[in-house]
Nanobody, 128 residues
Framework: QVQLVESGGGLVQPGGSLRLSCVVSGFTVNYYTIGWFRQAPGKGREGISCISSSDGSTYYADSVKGRFTISRDNVRNTVYLQMSSLKTEDAAVYYC?????????????????????WGQGTQVTVSS
C-alpha cells in the first residue's frame, strides 16, 4: 500500500526554521519524483519544490528559492524539506506527493497532474 506521511510542522516565529519529513512506504523513494506542496487558508495549492529520482535534480518555486532545501534519504525512504528564514506568508498546510514518473520533477516540476499519491499534510504556523 502506497503511503506518504508528513511530520515536523508546528509553530515557529518569523525568521525561524523547521524541517519537514515525508516518510514513504509501499514504494522506494529514489525511484520516483517527490514533491512538496502547500495550501494556505483561502488560497490554492502551490507547488514549492520537488526532487527527481535518477539524478536528484531539484526544483524550487521563486517564493521559497534560497530559503528552502529539499533532500532525500534513500535508506530511510524519506524526503525532507528544510525551511529557513520563515515568513508569515509561509504558513500553510504542507503536503508531500509522489509523481508516477521518476524524472517528472526535471521536466514538469510541481505541475500537479503527474502526482498520483498524496500525504495527509502537516500544519506550519509562522507567527510571533
Amino acid at each position: 500500500q502506497v503511503q506518504l506521511v508528513e511530520s515536523g510542522g508546528g509553530l515557529v516565529q518569523p525568521g525561524g526554521s523547521l524541517r519537514l519529513s515525508c516518510v514513504v512506504s509501499g514504494f522506494t523513494v529514489n525511484y520516483y519524483t517527490i514533491g512538496w506542496f502547500r495550501q494556505a487558508p483561502g488560497k490554492g495549492r502551490e507547488g514549492i519544490s520537488c526532487i527527481s529520482s535518477s539524478d536528484g535534480s531539484t526544483y524550487y518555486a521563486d517564493s521559497v528559492k534560497g530559503r528552502f532545501t529539499i533532500s532525500r534519504d534513500n535508506v530511510r525512504n524519506t524526503v525532507y524539506l528544510q525551511m529557513s528564514s520563515l515568513k508569515t506568508e509561509d504558513a500553510a498546510v504542507y503536503y508531500c506527493a509522489r509523481a508516477w514518473e521518476g524524472d517528472y520533477c526535471a521536466s514538469k516540476g510541481t505541475l500537479p497532474g503527474g502526482y498520483d499519491a498524496w500525504g495527509q499534510g502537516t500544519q506550519v504556523t509562522v507567527s510571533s
